[in-house]
T-cell receptor, first 107, second 114 residues
Framework: AQRVTQPEKLLSVFKGAPVELKCNYS??????LFWYVQYSRQRLQLLLR??SRESIKGFTADLNKGETSFHLKKPFAQEEDSAMYYCALYNFNKFYFGSGTKLNVKP | KAGVTQTPRYLIKTRGQQVTLSCSPI?????VSWYQQTPGQGLQFLFE???????NKGNFPGRFSGRQFSNSRSEMNVSTLELGDSALYLCASGWGGIGVNEQFFGPGTRLTVL
């Protein structure tokens, strides 16, 4: 069965520090993975998808099939990055979301 | 282009009642998915409708049901409400065609069951 695990409920870092939000998945095929973000009082929105291999707002995520991970990274966190982050796996028109990690970037 | 809209935004009900939530997708989107969001469980998939047919279903009891109309608008119904049904219910729309589809989320309906 497909499952997405985000082990950290809360991650606090100082502004300018590197940040890594962890995501592990269980899926036997070739996964399609996403990161969604929800800023305070805003809608859940797509941050990036692994097939695009792009950097959005300084964030990148690399799919590691050997470790079944899709960690989200940013070298220098900004206060405006404070939000709830969800990792999601897509399979047959269905999204499986992790429980989310709240990122708090302190000044 | 207008985003996904959900009505009502807030609802307060008592145990045993039933509730209907509505979702209007982005124009042209034919897929509508529903999720339950709670602090402890995160987002849990309820079901997905595509062209008026339920295409996918999550692991929720039969008290949770939905439907989609010919204009792609969707409704979700919860019967015999329980305290544990208190949550933010999110609707997301997408093209729904072959391949991976980005989902666009609505603002949600906050349901409180007393």
């Amino acid at each position: 069965a497909q499952r997405v695990t985000q082990p950290e409920k809360l991650l606090s870092v100082f502004k300018g520090a590197p940040v890594e939000l962890k995501c592990n998945y269980s899926y036997s095929g070739s996964p399609e993975l996403f990161w969604y973000v929800q800023y305070s009082r805003q809608r859940l929105q797509l941050l990036l998808r692994h097939i695009s291999r792009e950097s959005i707002k300084g964030f990148t995520a690399d799919l590691n099939k050997g470790e079944t991970s899709f960690h989200l990274k940013k070298p220098f966190a900004q206060e405006e990055d404070s939000a709830m982050y969800y990792c999601a796996l897509y399979n047959f028109n269905k999204f499986y979301f992790g429980s989310g990690t709240k990122l708090n970037v302190k000044p | 282009k207008a985003g996904v809209t959900q009505t009502p935004r807030y609802l307060i009900k008592t145990r045993g009642q039933q509730v209907t939530l509505s979702c209007s997708p982005i124009s042209g989107h034919r897929s509508v998915s529903w999720y339950q969001q709670t602090p402890g469980q995160g987002l849990q998939f309820l079901f997905e409708y595509f062209s008026e047919t339920q295409r996918n279903k999550g692991n929720f009891p039969g008290r949770f049901s939905g439907r989609q109309f010919s204009n792609s608008r969707s409704e979700m119904n919860v019967s015999t409400l329980e305290l544990g049904d208190s949550a933010l219910y999110l609707c997301a729309s997408g093209w729904g065609g072959i391949g991976v589809n980005e989902q666009f989320f609505g603002p949600g309906t906050r349901l409180t069951v007393l």
